[in-house]
């Protein structure tokens, strides 16, 4: 059964870092997109950076220069590098991937449970 386990979630001061990462159990057929997404009360959803399967990245004008989104394939994970962190980017941090889980089964997006990260002034 596929599973997407977020880690790294914490509580940090403004201007410093934090890493976080995402586990994908069950071993997937194919893992293709996976992005991370953020998320706080009373807000829709947004989303903070992709990652294609051949390593193409794309972020969130937010956090455009103070976040590094990295995939290993051969480990099924993803992380995100989050830099010069500021209060606004607390928030619940979601790790997304499309998945096909075996060569049966049709591609769909899997969503983990979220990571809360806190930035205190």
């Known amino acids: 059964q596929v599973q997407l386990v977020e880690s790294g979630g914490g509580l940090v001061q403004a201007g410093n870092s934090l890493n976080l990462s995402c586990s994908v159990s069950?071993?997937?057929?194919?893992?293709?997109?996976m992005r991370w997404y953020r998320q706080t009360p009373g807000k829709e959803r947004e989303m903070v950076a992709s990652?294609?399967?051949?390593?193409?990245?794309a972020y969130a004008d937010s956090v455009q220069g103070r976040c590094a989104i990295a995939r290993d394939n051969t480990k099924a994970t993803v992380s995100l590098q989050m830099n010069d962190l500021r209060p606004d980017d607390t928030a619940v941090y979601y790790c997304?991937?499309?998945?096909?889980?075996?060569?049966?089964?049709?591609?769909?997006?899997?969503w983990g449970r979220g990571a809360q990260v806190t930035v205190s002034s």
């Open positions: 997304n991937a499309v998945i096909q889980p075996s060569r049966q089964d049709r591609i769909s997006e899997f």
């Open positions: 069950g071993s997937p057929f194919i893992i293709g997109y």
């Open positions: 990652i294609t399967g051949a390593g193409i990245t």
